[in-house]
Structures are given as structure tokens and as C-alpha cells.
Nanobody
Framework: QVQLIESGGGLVQAGGSLRLSCVASGRTFNNYVMGWFRQAPGKEREFVAAITWSGGNTYYADSVKGRFTISRDNAKNTVHLQMNSLKPEDTAVYYC???????????????????WGQGTQVTVSS
């Protein structure tokens, strides 16, 4: 049974930083893709960033490129999302997700991910 547990959300002023973490358990994740998504009230869930567990290849939404960095710690089965220069429009619940069957062209598609964490709230005040 795959489990994903997020942490690190909170309230921050615009221009500030937060670091989200997602601890994964229940499998060997060598062939998995780990993704971060977010969902604001009244909006659809949207792709933020993803990383391949084995090769460490990274992918970002245009809206966060240059501000957010995704990384992984293989020894701790943990994926981090470092968020800098935060904006009020980054306010959302952030979810980590994973799956082993995702093709890279569809890495942005939340419907392709079978396993999800419970989410962590990020609020950026102006």
C-alpha cells in the first residue's frame, strides 16, 4: 500500500519561501514519477512540478519555472518542493502524487497518478 504524507505548508507573505516535503512508503519507487499538484478553491487541480525517481529528471509548469525547485532524497524516500518568490496566486492546497506507469508527455495530467497524499495548505498573503 503506497502512502504519501505531505508537510511544510503554511502562511507566508508574498515574496517569501516555503519548502514542502512528501514522504513516500509502501513500495520501492525506482520506476516511479513523483509529482506535485495544487488546487485553489473553485479551480481545477493543476500540475506544478514532477521528478523521475530514478534519473532525477525534472519538469515544471510555466507558472512556477524559475521560482520552484523539485528534488528527491532517495535514502529517505522523500521529495521536496522548494518554493521561492511566492505570489498570492500560488495559494492552494498542494498535493504530492505518484505512479509507475506515467509516460513523460502526460506527466502534467493528474488523472494519470494513482496515489495521492492528503494535501497541505499554502497561503500567500499580499
Amino acid at each position: 500500500q503506497v502512502q504519501l504524507i505531505e508537510s511544510g505548508g503554511g502562511l507566508v507573505q508574498a515574496g517569501g519561501s516555503l519548502r514542502l516535503s512528501c514522504v513516500a512508503s509502501g513500495r520501492t519507487f525506482n520506476n516511479y514519477v513523483m509529482g506535485w499538484f495544487r488546487q485553489a478553491p473553485g479551480k481545477e487541480r493543476e500540475f506544478v512540478a514532477a521528478i523521475t525517481w530514478s534519473g532525477g529528471n525534472t519538469y515544471y509548469a510555466d507558472s512556477v519555472k524559475g521560482r520552484f525547485t523539485i528534488s528527491r532524497d532517495n535514502a529517505k524516500n522523500t521529495v521536496h518542493l522548494q518554493m521561492n518568490s511566492l505570489k498570492p496566486e500560488d495559494t492552494a492546497v498542494y498535493y504530492c502524487a505518484t505512479d509507475s506507469t506515467i509516460k513523460i508527455p502526460l506527466i502534467w495530467n493528474h488523472a494519470r497518478y494513482a496515489y495521492w497524499g492528503q494535501g497541505t495548505q499554502v497561503t500567500v498573503s499580499s
